[in-house]
Nanobody, 123 residues
Framework: QVQLVESGGGLVQAGGSLRLSCAAS????????VGWFRQALGKEREFVAA???????RYADSVKGRFTISRDNAKNTVFLQMNSLKPEDTAGYYC?????????????????WGQGTQVTVSS
């Protein structure tokens, strides 16, 4: 079993940046894809970005060009660099381990989830 802990969330003004971290413990996840999802109040959890076990990446159209996902397998950590933040990016952000090495854009493609970190972007 993998335990995932997110950090790096906070309050930022529109146009600002944040870097989220997802640290894994209990078992290495370097061969698995890892994804970031977000859930705004009253809305369903939605895909943000994912990185495969081979380093390939995938982004939601809404964050393409602004967010960058990366991983440091030596530290068992995945990062989400978020630039040019907008108020509509406000949500709880969750990282998750995929069921395999390939990225998935759906919640059901992931079997381990962190507790989330809140990102609030003020206008």
């Amino acid at each position: 079993q993998v335990q995932l802990v997110e950090s790096g969330g906070g309050l930022v003004q529109a146009g600002g940046s944040l870097r989220l971290s997802c640290a894994a413990s209990g078992r290495t996840f370097s061969s698995y894809a890892v994804g970031w999802f977000r859930q705004a109040l009253g809305k369903e959890r939605e895909f943000v970005a994912a990185i495969s076990g081979f380093g390939g990446t995938r982004y939601a159209d809404s964050v393409k060009g602004r967010f960058t996902i990366s991983r440091d397998n030596a530290k068992n950590t995945v990062f989400l660099q978020m630039n040019s933040l907008k108020p509509e990016d406000t949500a709880g952000y969750y990282c998750a381990k995929a069921r395999g090495a390939y990225v998935s854009g759906v919640v059901s493609g992931y079997d381990n989830w962190g507790q989330g970190t809140q990102v609030t972007v003020s206008s």
